[in-house]
């Protein structure tokens, strides 16, 4: 019998290594396939899969939505799965071979992209020392995307353009982590599904105009059919497993100890891509430590603020 802990922890670290993996995966995949059909296929079949496990879990009431706020459950799944698939995968597939290291190290922001984006959303400021976290976390990522060289960023339009849509899209997936907190009748797994259904109209919809006014081609049979790996990969372990396991690991172990593992994403991406043979720079290690470092600083400061509070009280 494993330790409730210890579940916790392994659920943690099997859903941030699958994603930390899915970078790598995608830079073959896009080889292929463009980011907007092969972000369609990856959630229409993770969408497929979350509505059988979800029927299976709470039955047909489960997918009720009168009386429901359907509209923002519409809203933040367009934020997580048109927004973040489409946005994402654009910017690393401009970014060239080296997207998937600055796509991963993106990610490993996130916490700090959601105390900015709770503060703005429900007025919860953070401590004036969260700041300078926040400042030395993006300093780190500054030096991944800029190999330390920030005359050449601006020197290549596309590394710009692809960098903030790397920014925006972890950005949709913070909303959208967010959003769960304005369903609080609702079980992990009917947010995750409803929102992924719903949003999934949104993707549908942008990939058809898309290809309507001839900005994206219709994907060839070949195509498909050379990323079925791929997708299987993104839909069911990197989507599905991935997901369910985040959600279970911090129900164990709470968010404040849950968040700490975002840095094994870029870990296992830049882990892959080396064995790939792409090989990060010293600038660029120095960069994802410097991010993992104001990631930890940042969690031992709300974890002693918390303790004063509660000693206060």
């Not at 079949?45 to 009431?61: D, P, Q, R, T, W």
């Not at 970014?95 to 959601?114: E, K, Q, V």
């Not at 993992?292 to 603020?305: G, V």
């Amino acid at each position: 019998m494993i330790p409730s802990h210890t579940k916790g922890i392994i659920c943690c670290l099997l859903a941030t290594v699958s994603w930390g993996a899915m970078f790598p995966i995608m830079t073959d995949a896009l080889a292929h396939l463009d980011p907007f059909n092969f972000t369609t296929l990856r959630y229409g079949i993770a969408g497929l899969a979350f509505a059988l496990l979800l029927f299976c879990m709470e039955g047909s009431k489960g997918f009720h939505l009168k009386g429901e706020r359907w509209g923002l459950a519409w809203l933040f799944g367009t934020f997580g799965f048109a927004g973040f698939g489409f946005l994402v995968f654009l910017g690393q597939h401009l970014a060239g071979p080296s997207g998937a290291l600055t796509a991963s190290i993106m990610m490993a922001t996130m916490p700090m992209l959601g105390l900015l984006s709770i503060w703005a959303l429900k007025k919860k400021r953070p401590a004036a020392s969260t700041f300078g976290f926040i400042l030395l976390s993006f300093f780190g990522v500054l030096l991944v995307i800029t190999h330390g060289s920030t005359a050449d960023i601006l020197n290549k339009p596309v590394n710009i353009i692809a960098n903030l849509l790397l920014i925006a899209g972890a950005l949709c997936w913070v909303l959208y982590t967010i959003g769960g907190s304005y369903f609080p009748g609702w079980s992990p797994i009917r947010y995750t599904t409803l929102t992924t259904l719903l949003g999934m109209i949104s993707v549908l919809a942008i990939d058809i105009v898309l290809m309507l006014t001839g900005m994206i081609s219709v994907p060839h049979s070949a195509s498909v059919t050379a990323v079925i790996p791929h997708l299987l990969y993104m839909a069911l372990v990197a989507g599905m497993m991935a997901v369910l396991c985040w959600n279970v690991g911090n129900m164990i172990i709470t968010p404040t100890n849950g968040v700490l593992f975002m840095d094994i994403v870029p870990v296992t991406a830049f882990f892959i891509s080396a064995m790939n043979g792409i090989v990060p720079s010293q600038l660029q290690i120095v960069g994802a430590c410097i991010t993992a470092t104001a990631l930890i600083l940042n969690n031992l400061n709300q974890r002693k603020q918390a303790k004063i509070l509660m000693i206060e009280n």
